[in-house]
């Protein structure tokens, strides 16, 4: 490959860059899976940092302005882009483009994470920590990672970009980055200290300063031979058998979580959210989300329902720092128990927002609702199932943490409520075949309230049909 220009080093400034490689992430970003928004046009793009790892390697924080922005503000996300003069056919499909002017006219661009040597180069940085431009590498001292360990990409569907070392190590690369200290570093780390074993402890990590101060990507243990909560449900459904056990050691496993949790974020004071704001809070998102997924609005009314009900329980909730996108995709059975991993909360949330403490029954109306997406997603639809794995749940949390989320209905609901609201802007923009599944749910919670009885019937959609299946 011909050595890349080195952008700062040579004189090119960002924008320089910019002509060069515009159109084509233009092109590319929308279609990648962790890009928010997907179906939508890049409007505007500019170059926030940029710095080469190695000649054929440039690390990239990039913001997108995007069409329809009352809904979609800017967002900022990190690429790692290999430069030369012909690709590599086994690199095909990293592809993103050949420039056709500015600096890096005549070369093609491609994914570099899908490639070997940039993969060995990322480890070998964080294996010996140190800087490059305004990016941070960091270890734990305690841990010595071997070098030399064979990169590959997950090809799971995500929200980031992973690569596993060996099938010793796991380096989660964040694509959409927030200021601040990202709580899938923040958290683990947190846990680890407290002798927490249900999560993977960070062993090395990198960041940046520029534009702000924003984790970029962690390593950490990988489990092998584990598999994913959301896989056994789905061979659980379609070989007809129940997952209550599997469900009650996952709520027995989501309980001591909690628990070290809140020793490991202890708050101080006892602290609560009030009913009243947390159900405005809760109200405020539903409307907003309603206008960015109009098949939402037939269902406002009802939903919001689930919201007064409550606002009128006037006693403060307790809180404190919890997993925050809790489902069956973000627990792994290895070793004969469940871990629990990706405490980055709601991708689509402010960091800032998802480090605040919450109610820990948030977590759990968010692996009742997996509970449901799984049997939703089935054929035939087994609501049996996933009630039977809501009670199996919900017994092994209160046996471990000693109280019962379901002493609490009306707060579950609420959470439930507002989980599927979420879930629907999330399959809206990332995956809108996926819609019906929230929506089925939605269409449910909002006919449970009063205010919705006499309405119009909302016929229930269907996934299925959806899906062509
Ligand atoms: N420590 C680990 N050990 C084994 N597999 C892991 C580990 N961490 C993540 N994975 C695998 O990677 C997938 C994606 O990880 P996750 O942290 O959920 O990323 P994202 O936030 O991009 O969805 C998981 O579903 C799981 O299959
Ligand atoms: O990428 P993350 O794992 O951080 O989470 C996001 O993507 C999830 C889908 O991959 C999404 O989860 C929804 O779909 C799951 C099945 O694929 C289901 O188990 C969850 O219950 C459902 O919420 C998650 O909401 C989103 O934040």
């Not at 996108?325 to 629990?340: I, K, P, T």
Request: include cysteine; proline fraction near 9%; glycine fraction near 8%.
């Amino acid at each position: 490959m011909r050595k890349v220009v080195s952008p700062r080093p040579s004189g090119h400034t960002p924008a320089h860059l910019l002509i060069s490689l515009a159109d084509m992430l233009r092109a590319w970003l929308p279609e990648q899976r962790w890009f928010a928004g997907k179906g939508r046009r890049v409007t505007e793009l500019t170059l926030l940092s940029v710095t080469e790892l190695h000649p054929a390697c440039l690390h990239l924080l990039v913001r997108t302005g995007r069409s329809s922005s009352a809904s979609a503000p800017d967002d900022c996300y990190q690429l790692f882009l290999g430069v030369g003069e012909v690709l590599p056919p086994r690199l095909a499909h990293a592809r993103i483009g050949r420039a056709s002017e500015g600096p890096l006219a005549g070369l093609t661009v491609y994914d570099a994470l899908q490639e070997p040597r940039s993969a060995d180069l990322l480890l070998e940085r964080l294996r010996t920590a140190g800087t490059a431009g305004p990016l941070r590498f960091e270890r734990d001292p305690k841990v010595s990672v071997p070098a030399g360990l064979a990169p590959r990409l997950l090809d799971a569907e995500q929200s980031n970009s992973s690569l596993v070392y060996g099938d010793a190590y796991i380096l989660k690369v964040f694509r959409r980055v927030q200021p601040g200290v990202n709580p899938d570093l923040e958290v683990p780390w947190a846990l680890a200290r407290q002798g927490c074993t249900r999560v993977p402890a960070p062993v090395a990590w990198f960041r940046t300063s520029e534009p702000q101060a924003a984790t970029l990507g962690v390593l950490q243990p990988f489990l092998p031979d584990a598999v994913d909560g959301w896989t056994l449900a789905l061979e659980a459904l379609t070989a007809g058998r129940h997952f209550t056990d599997e469900a009650y050691e996952l709520g027995r496993a989501t309980a001591e979580v909690h628990v070290a949790l809140a020793a490991a974020f202890a708050l101080g004071a006892p602290a609560g959210h009030g009913s009243r704001r947390l159900a405005a809070a809760m109200t405020a998102r539903l409307e907003a989300t309603s206008r960015a997924v109009p098949e939402l609005l037939p269902h406002v009314e009802g939903l919001r329902g689930a919201f007064d009900e409550l606002a009128v329980l006037d006693s403060g909730r307790p809180v404190q720092r919890i997993h925050g996108d809790l489902h069956l995709g973000q627990v792994l059975w290895a070793g004969e128990r469940w871990s629990v991993i990706d405490f980055e909360g709601e991708p689509a949330r402010p960091v800032a927002e998802r480090r605040q403490p919450q109610s820990p029954v948030r977590d759990v109306a968010g692996m009742l609702r997996s509970f449901d997406y799984a049997a939703r997603s089935r054929h035939p639809w087994r609501p049996e199932w996933a009630r039977r794995c809501r009670d199996a749940y919900c017994a092994g949390y209160a046996a471990q943490a000693r109280w019962d989320p379901r002493a609490q209905p009306e707060l579950l609901r609420a959470y439930e409520t507002d989980r599927a609201v979420y879930e629907a802007l999330y399959e809206a923009r990332h995956r809108p075949d996926w819609l019906p599944v929230p929506m089925a749910a939605i269409a449910r919670l909002a006919q449970q309230h009063p205010a919705s009885s006499g309405g119009p019937h909302t016929p229930v959609p269907s996934f299925h049909s959806a899906q062509g299946g």
